[in-house]
């Protein structure tokens, strides 16, 4: 099936620092990306729709200048966590959507931990 | 915007069971719908989707059946066993997948 990396998969950064993470369709082109933030025992939680070479759709309550996202190619997507603070420690994982079928897939899935 | 609710949020079966989960939209509109099985710490792995043209799907032990007069759809899991133990979310999308919407979660124990 269709592949999507994540990476990095643990992340420990200091407070006010920030953070990278990409997300990557391996074998398919994927025109939509999603990012979600999951907290433990809880549902995914949708924070952002990046589209490429367009500027994201942000969720309501989401900060759009805080959780940076860019979708340059269609096969890259990233999520900047700038000036994070230890209540953004959480589950991060992004989806993509292949372009052919709109089947979604997931990443693995980066444990932010922000000390 | 779309609403999903699931149900139960937890589910214990013994082995060898079948296991239902059922799960409720709002938006009309939504037309393709997707069910996830993650465990702890991992990605949610796709296991079943169906289209709304579609009103049952099945794939060996798992089924999913819509309806879409009453714009629910539910998750089957038939002669269950242990290594299905894990958390399923259903998922309703719309507007050409642009937007996907997540259940709540059901914590599925099967018991040997």
């Known amino acids: 099936g269709a592949v999507v990396s994540q990476h990095p998969s643990r992340v420990i950064c200091k407070s006010g620092t920030s953070v990278k993470i990409e997300c990557r369709s391996l074998d398919f082109q994927a025109t939509t990306m999603f990012w979600y933030r999951q907290f433990p025992k809880q549902s995914l939680m949708l924070m952002a729709t990046?589209?490429?070479?367009?500027?994201?759709?942000?969720e309501q309550g989401v900060e759009k200048d805080k959780f940076l996202i860019n979708h340059a190619s269609l096969t890259l997507s990233t999520l900047t966590v700038t000036s994070a603070h230890p209540e953004d420690s959480s589950f991060y994982i992004c989806?993509?959507?292949?372009?052919?079928?709109?089947?979604?897939?997931f990443g693995e899935g980066s444990w932010l931990t922000v000390v | 915007g779309e609403n999903v609710e699931q149900h139960p949020s937890t589910l214990s079966v013994q082995e060898g069971d079948s296991a239902v989960i059922k799960c409720t939209y709002s938006?009309?509109?939504?037309?393709?719908f997707p069910w996830y099985k993650q465990e702890l710490g991992k990605r949610p792995q796709l296991i079943i989707d169906?289209?709304?043209?579609?009103g049952e799907k099945k794939d060996q032990r798992i089924a999913v059946t819509l309806n879409k007069t009453a714009k629910h759809f539910s998750l089957h899991i038939t002669e269950t066993q242990p290594e299905d133990s894990a958390v399923y979310f259903c998922a309703a999308a719309s507007g050409g997948y642009q937007k996907v919407t997540f259940g709540t979660g059901t914590k599925l124990q099967v018991i040997p």
């Open positions: 990046s589209n490429e070479g367009s500027k994201a759709t942000y």
């Open positions: 938006d009309s509109a939504s037309n393709y």
């Open positions: 989806s993509a959507r292949r372009s052919q079928g709109n089947t979604i897939y």
């Open positions: 169906i289209r709304s043209n579609v």
